[in-house]
């Protein structure tokens, strides 16, 4: 079992940035496959951003590509998501999602284990 707990939304002018934090316990980080999701009000969960356990494979959304960048920490056991640039079409819940998987996939339903989610709020 994989626990995920986010940190770091919160409410921002349109231009900023905010980093998101998704820090895991349980089995073994290092093979997991983690990343990002978004869901908007009346809107379906979105992919964000992902990234394998290498680092090697990573997906961008196309509408956050050039402003977002996730990294991953396997010594402190933590995904990372650098937003710049935010939108206020950026505003959603993000929650944090990870599976042991052989690349990236942007569909939910791969992913077993789920943070709580996070607020981010782009105000404009």
């Known amino acids: 079992q994989v626990q995920l707990v986010e940190s770091g939304g919160g409410l921002v002018q349109a231009g900023g940035s905010l980093r998101l934090s998704c820090a895991a316990s349980?089995?073994?980080?290092?093979?997991?496959?983690i990343g990002w999701f978004r869901q908007a009000p009346g809107k379906e969960r979105e992919a964000v951003t992902l990234?394998?356990?290498?680092?090697?494979?990573?997906y961008y959304a196309d509408s956050v590509k050039g402003r977002f960048t996730i990294s991953r920490d396997n010594a402190k056991n933590t995904v990372y998501l650098q937003a710049n640039s935010l939108k206020p079409e950026d505003t959603a819940v993000y929650y944090c999602?990870?599976?042991?998987?052989?690349?990236?996939?942007?569909?939910?339903?791969?992913?077993?284990?789920w943070g709580q989610g996070t607020q981010v709020t782009v105000s404009s």
């Open positions: 999602a990870a599976g042991y998987l052989s690349t990236v996939t942007t569909i939910p339903n791969h992913y077993p284990y």
């Open positions: 349980g089995r073994t980080f290092s093979s997991l496959t």
């Open positions: 990234i394998t356990w290498s680092g090697r494979n990573t």
